[in-house]
């Protein structure tokens, strides 16, 4: 009789090994060296060698930056602005803690209250979700170079003429915000202002003396 042989089962507890070991960390091959590696191989069978070659240089062509500081030029509110910042760093970050323009407020840091809004060739975003890698060569305006306390944009002075601000946090987000508005529409319904606000929270409640400012610049009624 042919002997039968029992698969051995490990002990409760103890992993069962994979008959191929894993590559040993720190080898110094990637599994990006190994795709590409294989990729070459299939691309030399087929006669396409020297396209993927190409290819891969151009991949590896300058163009990535970091992981340390690197230097960035902006422009904003009109002025040139040059800083050492790790790729990492958010315009919001950049804007408060390196450029001393602190107009633009830090509240939720996730993008969803609008307090941070400030304008990207003339479109508002939010600064808190925007790289300061990604704002060179766009035009970035804050709060501050709206107006000054002297010579305030219209659409600032209604702010104050309404009492649109209670403890203030999310004003400045209002106000670059519903500047873009009233460029996008001189004369806008309530509709329209309710959604080009939308993304702008204030935990105040002071909706109603928003749409007013936004009304009175925009001649158009509060409702």
Same mark, same amino acid.
């Given at each position: 009789?042919?002997?039968?042989?029992?698969?051995?089962?490990?002990p409760?507890?103890?992993?069962?090994?994979?008959?191929?070991?894993?590559?040993?960390?720190?080898?110094?091959?990637?599994?990006? +060296?190994f795709?590409?590696?294989?990729a070459?191989?299939?691309?030399?069978?087929?006669?396409?060698?020297?396209?993927?070659?190409?290819?891969?240089?151009?991949?590896?062509?300058?163009?990535?930056?970091?992981?340390?500081?690197?230097?960035?030029?902006?422009?904003?509110?009109?002025?040139?602005?040059?800083?050492? $910042?790790?790729?990492r760093?958010?315009?919001?970050?950049? $804007?408060?803690?390196?450029?001393?323009?602190?107009?633009?407020?830090?509240?939720?840091?996730?993008?969803?209250?609008?307090?941070?809004?400030?304008?990207?060739?003339? +479109?508002?975003?939010?600064?808190?979700?925007?790289?300061?890698?990604?704002?060179?060569?766009?035009?970035?305006?804050?709060?501050?170079?709206?107006?000054s306390?002297?010579?305030?944009?219209?659409?600032q002075?209604?702010?104050?003429?309404?009492?649109?601000?209670?403890?203030?946090?999310?004003?400045?987000?209002?106000?670059?915000?519903?500047?873009?508005?009233?460029?996008?529409?001189?004369?806008?319904? +309530?509709?329209?202002?309710?959604?080009?606000?939308?993304?702008? $929270?204030?935990?105040?409640?002071?909706?109603?003396?928003?749409?007013?400012?936004?009304?009175?610049?925009?001649?158009?009624?509060?409702?």
């Amino acid at each position: 009789m042919a002997e039968t042989r029992v698969p051995k089962v490990p002990p409760p507890g103890e992993a069962v090994r994979s008959a191929s070991p894993e590559p040993e960390r720190g080898s110094g091959f990637s599994r990006r +060296q190994f795709l590409r590696g294989s990729a070459a191989a299939g691309a030399a069978g087929a006669g396409l060698l020297p396209g993927f070659l190409k290819a891969a240089e151009a991949q590896d062509e300058p163009g990535v930056a970091g992981p340390g500081p690197v230097d960035m030029a902006f422009s904003i509110n009109g002025e040139a602005y040059v800083a050492t $910042l790790e790729p990492r760093v958010t315009l919001l970050d950049a $804007l408060r803690n390196h450029l001393d323009l602190t107009g633009a407020k830090k509240v939720c840091d996730r993008g969803t209250c609008g307090a941070c809004t400030v304008l990207m060739n003339g +479109q508002p975003v939010y600064a808190c979700s925007v790289l300061a890698i990604e704002a060179q060569g766009a035009e970035v305006t804050t709060v501050e170079g709206l107006g000054s306390p002297e010579n305030m944009h219209p659409i600032q002075q209604a702010f104050v003429d309404n009492d649109g601000q209670q403890c203030g946090f999310c004003t400045p987000g209002f106000v670059v915000a519903s500047a873009a508005l009233l460029a996008r529409h001189a004369n806008p319904d +309530q509709d329209t202002v309710h959604k080009e606000l939308g993304g702008n $929270l204030c935990r105040c409640g002071t909706y109603a003396g928003v749409r007013a400012a936004v009304a009175q610049v925009g001649g158009g009624t509060n409702a």
